[in-house]
């Protein structure tokens, strides 16, 4: 049986390597469906600070093994997973383009049908002042006729400019390179991305978004990323080391391209100050596989509810911090501090 026949959770980008998406959480596709990658995870191998191999699972160091799943960059250089995989038939899959004048009742139809959305179906959209101009990317697993219904919600928002949408394997669709340049030209030398979590699409944000976007340039997309909502919210935050699981919670995210220095600075000024725009102050929370900024707070912005247990079981496993070029936490305390399972 091919592997995309029973494909493992993971991101939706093919191009990132699969021990950090699981390490840090892990949104894609399926999480609706089968929740976050490191929901999935079984059992990890993991050589400790001090030269030890380590297996984690549900029964042997099962703290490491509750770390591992959302701050794994900080407790060892884990060296095989064993992961649930899941059956998954054809899928639909593919692109809806709209206008970039419809910009915004296709960001307030997007809350509504990711509020309403079956577990079985995820959307990510992106905004372009390009010829792309505003769309739509998604993934129904569930039957063709649910996802024909889906999809007639989608046409009905504005007229679609263009679609690409088909039946097809999920590994057709788990394959293709996440959306970056604008079509038909070379691939850029550089790339920067920014996102910002944000739990609620709320209409004061979908106005930010608006006008950020009214100043974007060629080189940019703005987007909607990972609209929490189905299996990964049914976990506790507290389950595994991974919290951001409420729905209606999303990632806003700022891709930008450059070839020279001074378009880079430029675009970068852009990113930055669209950046602090989007994030209310006092609000930093950051999804750990996303820490594109340094919080204040450092990890606790990453870990909120699971950062001080965390801290203990670091002190545990890596009393010297010897793994910190991370979304670092701190060890702190005791030893049993981290150590209550
Ligand atoms: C284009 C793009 C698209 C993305 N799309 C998604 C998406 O759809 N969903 C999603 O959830 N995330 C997504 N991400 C974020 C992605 O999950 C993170 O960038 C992730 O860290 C990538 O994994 P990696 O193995 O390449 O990690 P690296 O960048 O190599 O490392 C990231 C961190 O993990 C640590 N690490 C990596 N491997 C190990 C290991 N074996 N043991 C211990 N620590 C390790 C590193 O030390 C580092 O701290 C995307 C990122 C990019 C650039």
Redesign the pocket.
Known sequence: MGMFERPPVL???P???????I??????WLSGLHAA?CDNLLSARVVAADGRVLTADSERNPDLFWALRGA??NF????SFECRLHPIGPVTGGDIHYSVRDARVVLRFFRELMDDAPDAFQATLNLTPGERGVFVSLCHAGSETEAEQTLRSLRAIAPPTKEFVKRQEFAALAERP?A?NPANTPPPQFRG?QTVYRDRLSDDLIDVIVDRFGQASLETIMGI??YMHGQVCRVAPSATAFPLRQAGGLNVRLTYTWNDLATGQRLTEWADESLRLLRPSGDERI?A??QTYEARSGAAAVYSVNFSRLAGIKYKYDRENF?R??SNIPPTGNARAGSKL
């Open positions: 991101g939706q980008c191009e990132v390597g699969a021990s950090g998406v390490l840090g959480g892990g949104l894609g990658s794994g960059a060892g250089v884990t060296t996440a970056t991305i990323s990972h999804y596989n996303f793994f070029r991370n």
